[in-house]
C-alpha cells in the first residue's frame, strides 16, 4: 500500500497518525510473542490455539506496519495490515488474510474450523514474522 493510499485510510478515519514509538513496537513484539508460546500449548483447546496463533501475526503485523511508515498509523477499526510492510511473497500474506476471514467468521458468526496443521503454519509464519520485525527494530 502507498503512503498516499496510507494517507487517504488516515483521512477517511480508518487509521489515526501518530508520531512513531519504538517502545511500544517492542511492546507489541513482546505481546506477539507471548500469543505465540500461547498457540504452542497443546493443552489448549483448538480454538484458543487458533486465535492466539492469530493474535501473535497479527500484533507483528502491525509493528510491522508502524515501523514500515513514515510515522505510525494505528487502526482505528481491525483492518487487514497492508501488504508493504514486509518483501514478503503473496503466498505468505494469503495464509495471513485466510487467518483473519476465519478469525471474522469465528467472532461475528461463531464458526471456526481449523486443524492442527493450520495452527502448525500460521504459528511457523507468526514467529517468521516476528523475527523479521525484531530485525527492523535492530
Not at 6 to 20: F, H, S
Not at 65 to 75: F, G, T, Y
Amino acid at each position: 500500500m502507498s503512503l498516499p493510499a496510507l494517507d487517504n485510510l488516515v483521512r477517511i478515519g480508518q487509521l489515526k497518525a501518530e508520531p512513531r514509538n519504538a517502545a511500544e513496537a517492542r511492546r507489541m513484539l513482546a505481546m506477539a510473542r507471548t500469543r505465540l508460546e500461547d498457540a504452542r500449548l497443546v493443552n489448549l483447546s483448538i480454538e484458543g490455539r487458533f486465535t492466539s496463533a492469530y493474535n501473535a501475526a497479527h500484533a507483528a503485523a502491525l509493528t510491522a506496519a508502524s515501523l514500515a511508515w513514515l510515522s505510525q498509523r494505528k487502526p482505528i477499526h481491525r483492518v487487514p495490515v497492508p501488504h508493504a510492510s514486509l518483501n514478503w511473497p503473496a503466498p505468505r500474506w494469503r495464509v495471513l488474510d485466510a487467518a483473519h476471514q476465519k478469525r471474522n467468521l469465528a467472532e461475528y458468526e461463531g464458526f471456526l474450523e481449523v486443524d492442527e496443521s493450520a495452527i502448525t503454519e500460521l504459528c511457523d509464519l507468526a514467529g517468521s514474522l516476528i523475527a523479521e520485525v525484531s530485525k527492523m527494530l535492530e
